[in-house]
Nanobody
């Protein structure tokens, strides 16, 4: 059974950085695409960033462009989201969606809190 685990969240001050990890296990397949979403309390889940594994094509939400960087997908089915110059509005639970075999697999998320 596929398991997706996010890690790396925490409490930081505005302007600081975090690196989130997403690790998929339990499958012999390679993660073909990976995406990050976030959800703040009372808000809908929103897209943050994505990468197409076969082409390396990247996409970002306008709110994070220039500050966040999604990494390529490693052979061990791990990917990262580098977040710089964090702002209070970046606060939320960050979830990773790892696509294996044309199916998206979601983790439980990791909490990111940006506050002074």
């Amino acid at each position: 059974q596929v398991q997706v685990v996010e890690s790396g969240g925490g409490l930081v001050q505005p302007g600081e950085s975090l690196r989130l990890s997403c690790a998929a296990s339990g499958s012999t397949l390679r993660v073909s695409n990976m995406a990050w979403y976030r959800q703040a309390p009372g808000n809908r889940r929103e897209f943050v960033a994505a990468i197409v594994g076969s082409t390396g094509a990247l996409s970002y939400a306008d709110s994070v462009k220039g500050r966040f960087t999604i990494s390529s997908i490693a052979a061990n089915n791990t990917g990262y989201l580098e977040m710089n110059n964090l702002k209070p509005e970046d606060t939320g639970v960050y979830l990773c969606a790892a696509e294996l075999g044309y199916r998206n697999n979601w983790g439980q998320g990791t909490q990111v809190t940006v506050s002074s």
